[in-house]
């Protein structure tokens, strides 16, 4: 009886992990689509960003990247049972991700007040960062989620299997985070002027 429920329970764990997979690819393909209509908008009416992206982006990106390291270095705390550090870094990588989410902010009111970018302008290539950034910010919301259910997990003293299932999630969707991110970043960058 108890052989068949660890089975039912590996077998949960393998759909979750399965739908999680599904949401990065669809993810990607959302990302690889405004990419392609940015595109094909600007260059086919010879329209570029015409703007110096504000330094608060570059700024986010560092912050995300350690925020990365952050995380994995929880998820080696919790393979090495140092539930402790575990939190430690699992709280560091959350509030990694709230300054992320601040600086973004921060850079929408650099364009909107300082550089008079707003969504809606003459030139719809510039829209694209608002876009590109915001998608971006509402998955990072999401990842922040799954972040406090994961340290919330850590608090409960959930079996070892399943804290590494989550420290796993959060980490595969985290990453994906990260990694997206330095993509439209770069692609950005690449497409001032």
Known sequence: MMAQIQQEDKLN????KFNMWIFIFASFMLFA??????????GGKGHGLQVILPHAFRYSTMVLIISSLTLFLASRAAKQLQFAKQQLFLWITFFLGIGFFV????????????????FINPNASRS????????????????????????RATY???????NLFKMEMA???????????????????????
């Open 13 to 16: 764990l393998g759909a979750k």
């Open 33 to 42: 689509a405004f990419s392609s209509a940015f595109i094909v908008y600007s």
């Open 103 to 118: 600086l973004q902010i921060y850079a929408w009111y650099i364009l909107a007040y300082k550089m008079d970018i707003y």
């Open 128 to 151: 694209f960062i608002y876009v590109f950034s915001g998608v971006h910010l509402a998955h990072v919301f999401a990842g922040l989620l799954v972040l406090l259910n994961t340290i």
């Open 156 to 162: 409960r003293k959930t079996p070892q299997v399943m």
């Open 171 to 193: 980490s595969i969707f985290w990453h994906f985070l990260d990694i997206i991110w330095i993509y439209l970043y770069v692609f950005l960058l690449l497409n001032q002027y």
